[in-house]
């Protein structure tokens, strides 16, 4: 039973534009999303977390937007560069979970 | 602060042969887990641990064992290897920020029953 579903396995964006990679969910008991960064051979890295009291959370190129009635989440990259090509994971849970459900990935492959 | 280590990271197995993957983290967290992913798929869950002397299944339990007989520690046991346990496995631990829960994965073990 997928729970976080990213229907998008992959995404090619040219250098410099908007990457936008999306992510929904079923479980409404979910009350924090995090999206994680992988690169081939290594583990997935943190990237950016939102928590459902928020609609929006920004770290530098990165935002993530959160749209509860929806249920769907959003991570937009701007401006993209080489170096964020990777896969991404978009994952949730709730306070009283144990343990983060995660999509399948999304591979964004950003072109010079 | 090397935090969390895994090893080996690659490994092929005959059917039938058992083996340890190993994982330790030296941040103290109280938190670990041990996930996989099958090509193309998400991580999911084998067995979670959420301290010393606890342990408990995930969504794949079957076919592996866990122990965690101290914070760093969680090995991660196949007893019976099958092909169908051919999978990247990625061990990780957490810790809770405000309330978000924060994970750190190792870099994977590349296991092949073949």
């Known amino acids: 039973d997928q729970q976080v579903k990213q229907n998008s396995p992959s995404l090619s964006v040219q250098e410099g534009r908007i990457s936008i990679l999306n992510c929904d969910y079923t479980?409404?008991?979910?009350?924090?999303f995090l999206w994680y960064k992988k690169y081939p051979a290594e583990g997935p890295t943190f990237l950016i977390s939102i928590s459902s009291i928020k609609d929006k959370n920004e770290d530098g190129r990165f935002t993530v937007f959160l749209n509860k009635s929806a249920k769907h989440l959003s991570l937009h990259i701007v401006p993209s560069q080489p170096g964020d090509s990777a896969v991404y994971f978009c994952a949730g849970n709730s306070n009283s979970g144990y343990a983060l459900n995660f999509g399948k990935g999304t591979s964004l492959l950003v072109t010079p | 602060n090397a935090g969390v280590t895994q090893t080996p990271k690659f490994r092929i197995l005959k059917i039938g042969q058992s083996m340890t993957l190993q994982c330790t983290q030296d941040?103290?967290?109280?938190?670990m887990y041990w996930y996989r992913q099958d090509p193309g798929m998400g991580l999911k869950l084998i067995y979670y641990s959420v301290g010393a002397g606890i342990t408990d299944k995930g969504e794949v339990p079957n076919g592996y064992n866990v122990s965690r007989s101290t914070t760093e520690d969680f090995p991660l046991r196949l007893e019976l290897a099958a092909p169908s346990q051919t999978s990247v496995y990625f061990c990780?631990?957490?810790?809770?920020?405000?309330?978000?829960?924060?994970?750190?994965f190792g870099s994977g073990t590349q296991l092949s029953v073949l």
């Open positions: 941040m103290n967290h109280n938190y």
């Open positions: 479980n409404s008991m979910f009350d924090y």
């Open positions: 990780a631990s957490s810790y809770w920020e405000e309330t978000n829960e924060k994970l750190f």
